[in-house]
């Protein structure tokens, strides 16, 4: 068998990044099939998938050392992901796998990049948070009538929600329409009546409540577990606490460290405006999260 030939720079596509055989016969990219007779070029259980980043040599090398092997136009398999992204062509090329219906690959691609999108959408949220510790915030929790959407209390200031609010915004995720919009269909799901006795939900102050915003990532993020272990909380994260008088509050993780004991930095507003400091350990944490948008 001939060594793999060198893999030249991908453009701003898709690529696969390994192949295992713990999945035989699972799917074929076989429009692009350069072979001869009935056998099919199979890619078994693809796992990670890197999308949209420009020229990831090291993706591009294991791709095409894989199908240079098998005759495989590396090409062509480019351009068929690609093209199954917009027309969703990709069909199984044996027809004793016609089981495999249209569009299978496009689904894998989109359940299998949320990782990568996941992280760098992580990175971003971190990087918008602790931007807010530069704005100089006066803790003031008044109610306010604000517009909708995309509403906010004056800049100047705040509360501990406001910080997840804003970082948020700045990625242009609006939690005050997003948390309206779920809270309108199922108030019930809410806390609004029991704690607050509202018959109704409130967009001007329902995204400001810790509580409220609680239940809105456990219905539409991921909950995590809460622990007294460092390493647990990635930066990006939520985290709810219970304050001394009964009083939540709610923080981001930073990729920062405490150098003592490399826990992680939370960016919050506890009194003194929007800061990063070592406080995860510091109250009783009542909720985990980790929420991202839908790629």
């Not at 915030?137 to 209390?153: A, F, H, L, N, Q």
Request: charged letters at 15%; hydrophobic letters at 35%.
């Amino acid at each position: 068998m001939p060594p793999p030939l060198a893999a030249p720079p991908l453009e701003p596509l898709f690529a696969v990044q390994g192949l295992s055989r713990q999945a035989p016969d699972a799917y074929y990219f076989s429009p692009a099939y350069s072979g001869s007779g009935d056998d099919p070029v199979i890619a078994t259980e693809i796992q990670p998938i890197v999308a949209i980043q420009p020229q990831p040599e090291a993706v591009t090398d294991r791709l095409f050392s894989v199908y240079s092997t098998t005759n495989y136009d590396y090409h062509q398999l480019i351009e068929q992901i690609t093209q199954s992204t917009f027309n969703r062509n990709m069909k199984p090329f044996c027809s004793s796998h016609s089981q495999l219906y249209t569009g299978s690959i496009l689904t894998i691609l989109f359940l299998l990049s949320i990782p990568v999108f996941a992280d760098d959408f992580q990175t971003a949220l971190v990087s918008a948070a602790l931007e807010r510790t530069q704005h100089s915030v006066r803790y003031d929790g008044s109610y306010y009538s604000i517009p909708y959407p995309d509403g906010d209390v004056p800049s100047n200031i705040g509360v501990c929600t406001d910080v997840v609010i804003r970082s948020y915004r700045a990625l242009d995720l609006d939690l005050q329409r997003l948390v309206h919009e779920d809270i309108a269909k199922h108030f019930s799901e809410y806390p609004s009546q029991r704690i607050w006795g509202l018959s109704r939900p409130d967009p001007n102050i329902d995204h400001r409540r810790v509580p409220i915003l609680q239940t809105f990532f456990r219905r539409h993020g991921v909950t995590l577990p809460v622990t007294q272990n460092a390493a647990d909380y990635q930066a990006g994260d939520l985290v709810t606490w219970m304050l001394p008088g009964n009083l939540p509050h709610i923080g981001i993780v930073s990729d920062q460290l405490d150098q003592d004991r490399g826990t992680p930095l939370i960016v919050h507003n506890i009194g003194a405006g929007p800061v990063v400091e070592n406080i995860l350990f510091h109250y009783q944490i009542t909720g985990h999260y980790r929420y991202w948008p839908e790629p």
